[in-house]
């Protein structure tokens, strides 16, 4: 039987403002972003700056992301060959 966990709201918000931080996006940027990501409202009920926003740091989140898992195997290629 699989449990699932279940996460408040500030939880949640805390989990995506962790990683959106980690991988590069302003603190506050970040903070708005993940209060936004975590409130889970549809699209139609966010404003054009909190969308705006929102696609931003995801972007910003994605990018550095993608680099990362990019270059660890290459780091742990390179430093077998040492």
Known sequence: MHKRFY??????ETIYHSELFRY???YEKAAIAAKVLASKKPDELLTEEEKQLVTEACKMWLEKHKR????????KK???VK
């Open 68 to 75: 990362l898992t990019h270059l660890n195997p290459l780091l």
């Open 78 to 80: 390179y430093q077998q």
């Open 7 to 12: 996460t408040t709201l500030e939880q949640e």
């Open 24 to 26: 590069g996006v302003d």
